[in-house]
């Protein structure tokens, strides 16, 4: 199987097919649900309006006509529900809906056929199923069976004025006869009167209270004689209700209350009463637990949903509400099996909304589900359709809610089967459409909307089953709008539009009514073999109209006068028709006299002498003309389309083919819209080639042209070093003529091109060369020499070894690969470094005997780096590395404790390394070292001069200190000091 996502990006314009825009009409009506349903009839659509209550046929020819269907639109029924057609047997089915409050009930249907028109109500085909139920249906049509309620209202003086306007506003609320009583008894609101919802409800606010006496008998007895007759429309056989509401005993009343009630026009009504007080009589008014007490009027309100429920029963707890609130017609469709007309109708709300479908067949019904225990809320029956297969007829039906997903239920005579939806609250199976594709009378397709398919909006989808030995299987193809537009609701739409491009495959409309901001817009695909193809899109926006909801329907329409096919689109009150363009189909060819030119007028000279002549014929294979019609083709021709220079006065290249090219369109038609459109999925262009004949061996050129002699100067190139890495190609054709011979050099980004000899060679790509040898032709037993040369880019790469790829080719047969080769290479870079250093200082001093001391030494690497600085003590090794050159410095403290001899020396050794399987460097000095010199300066011993020295000195500073006492230098001052004291 075929699976495919189409996610239409790119927006098809709207002339780009056949549907002819502007609409050629377009049909309004006052009435917002207008073009929300379109049907194919036999010479237009149907096309229902739901507030007026009628139901129209729109063609080309007239306005919209209305459908008489013979039929009043009964009190309380909403009108034209659903419609389904049939046009090969001409019947129409038109489906109305009860209407009560907010509640959709079962509808009543009518089937139009040439053999007169048939009522059919959905839900008691299945209820009287095994009864016979003819009888019973022509009694609710020719009755309306329904149920008619009458209020009694107490208007006496016995009521307070606030009470009575609070009963006033709960019967506002219901859709009822009212009798007032009080002094006098008067109809307020009859059963007929109430036909108008407008005017009925306006007649209950404008009530005004009677007053004074009390005949609650009398007015139950005017209800019964006045109400309930089919002179003030009543039905007989519609179920009737009496509700009393007083608040005070009989009072003045020339009736008896129990005369009244065992009348026997009193049976089969149902009687209910409410009231606050006379709580006997209230009981002997109501039938068996129908009396309602309140304590007051504004306790109404209350009661209204007990009451209401009390009239149709509790939600699900009987046959008659699985059924009764089953909306039976929702959805319809008509079908023709064994040469009778079948009907199928959407019954959403049977069995608590889980759904199904009521199948007619004859006079035989049948009911379709999953299961009365199954899931809730399904609304199985929200689309009904079917499959013609060779051998059965397979009952299709949409359960938008089935699994929260959605699903698709597939029904035959044994089995069925579910179509699931891929996505939470996409409401796959809410549209769904069949399509026989090949007009065979079998089914091909099923395609299923899922309009609220989200992504980042709601985009909408539609999924395409195929037929696969009688089932639907596999999911075959999936169609998604422009995906631009995020709330687009694609798929809310399908229909078959039947063959409107000529090929043989129907084709599919698909609308998306919210796409462009509600504006709308609508799919066409067209059929293809393999599958579905997107031929246009139509945008109210092409032809300057923004109705609003624009493909909310679409349909086929039967031929139009011209015999076109039409389609029609519904939108916000109105229904547009557009037109078909009938489809050309033009098969060109082009004749020479010559198909061949010989070798003999292949030269400069004598090619300028040979003379062709040709011939254009358009022919048509689809489409053709009327007689009255006249169609221009216009029309372009292109002589030697292929050459860059044209080779219409001299064959300077007399190797590639002279090429004819024919282009054509259909040209204007001034006089109105085109009678023709050209299939744009057809080819409007044709090439007619004159070929040269060949000096070759053979009919088949075969040139034999190698890489063989080819040299490249080295393997291994040095960056940095080496300025050049050339090969040098030799060829020679040994073989037939090559054309177009082509030499492809791929290589690498580390080289650059610089320098080519022998050929042209323009650059194709960043790191592709393309070169021309001996263009046009390299002859038989030509040679030639090519030089092409790179230089090295200093790009450094982890990649040590690269190839240099040549691709020899010609044009011989299409491309045709003479030779391939590689020519590998690796890389290298070069390490320009020489390693120099010096110490500071350079030279140290000690004296013998010294004891240790520290000193320090700087030494200084150039071109060298190193990081830290460490106490080196003894011998120690560092190491470094470093991508870039720089320079290194070690700062020592050196501590000295004695030094052997009379000199010794501090060394520091560099030495370089690199990773020589990148890097190449030459014979330079690898190693260097570094001194410093240290001097021992020897000390000499001189005790005993420096003894006796010392002596001598003492000695001499004796004999100084004794001549001082002799000369009397200290006895004087001693002298001075005594004759100081005695004074």
Known sequence: MLRGLQLIVAICSASGFNIQVPPVKSFQKEDPLFGQTVIQSKHGV??????????????????CVEINLHDEIPNG?????????????????????????SEYFNGNCSLLSPAGKVRLAPDELVTSRDNNPSTHKAQRFDQDAGIEIAFVLDGSGSITREDFQKAKE???NCDFAIVQYGYEIRTELSLQENKEPDRSLKKVTEIKQVNNVTKTASAINHVLTEIFIPEKGSKKNSEKIIIVMSDGEILGDTMNLRDVLNKPEMKGITRYAIGEKAI?????????????????????????????????GPEGTDQGLQLQLAEAGFSTHLLQKDKMVESLFGAVGAYNWNGGVIVKSGNHAKFLNDSNNGPKFAY?????????????????????RYNLTGGVFVFDDSDKYVLLGDQVGSYFGSVLCTLDINNDGKTDYLFVGAPHFHHKGEEGKVTIYHLNEERFKDVFMELQGDSRQTFARFGAAIASIGNIDGD????????????????????????????????????????????GWFGQSVSAVSSSPSGHLCLAVGSKQSVMLFETIPVMIITPS?????NTIPLVHQSTTLSKEIKIKFSVCFNVKKGDLKAEETQPIEYEIDLDSGANKKRLSGCFDCFLPLEIKLNFSLGFNPHGAPLRILDPFKTTEIVKKIYFEKDCKSDVCNPNITLSDSEMSGTMIKVGETQSLNINFKFRNTGDSSFMTTLTLTYPSILSQQIIKGATCPLKTDNQIQCSLQPPVFKSGEQMNLLISWQPNDVKSDIKTFEIIANLTSWNNGTQILDTKAYPFSVMYFLPIQLHGTASPNRLRIEEGQSGNTRQIHFEFQECVYPENFKVENSYSIKCIMKELQKITIDADVLIHDVQGKSD???????????????????????????????????VMSTGQIIGGSIGGFLLLFIFIIILIKCGFFRRRHKVDQAQNLD
């Open 504 to 547: 043989q495959f129907n084709d599919i409309a698909i609308g998306a009514p919210l796409e462009a901001d509600s504006s709308g817009s609508v799919y066409i695909y067209r059929g293809v073999s393999e599958g579905f193809q997107l031929s246009q899109k139509i945008s109210p926006s092409d032809f300057k109209i923004s109705p």
């Open 905 to 939: 020396k501090i060394t520091v050794t560099g030495q370089y390394s690199f990773d020589e399987t990148v890097y190449a460097a030459k014979d330079t000095l690898r190693n260097f070292a570094m001194e410093v010199e240290i001097t021992k300066l020897q000390v």
């Open 46 to 63: 149907f096309v229902p309006s739901a507030v007026n209550g009628k139901l129209f046929e729109c063609t080309l020819e007239k306005e």
């Open 590 to 594: 082009i004749n020479t006299d010559l």
């Open 77 to 101: 029924m909403r009108p034209v529900a659903s419609v389904a057609s049939l046009i090969s047997e001409e019947h129409l089915l038109v489906m109305k809906t009860k209407l009560k409050t």
């Open 380 to 400: 199985l029956g929200y689309s009904v359709t079917s499959a013609q297969l060779p051998s059965k007829t397979l009952y299709i039906s949409g359960a938008p």
């Open 280 to 312: 006997a009589e209230m009981k002997q008014i109501a039938d068996p637990d129908k009396f309602y007490t309140v304590s007051n009027y504004a306790a109404l309100q209350d009661i209204l949903s007990r009451l209401a429920a009390d009239i149709i």
């Open 170 to 172: 709960f019967i506002y």
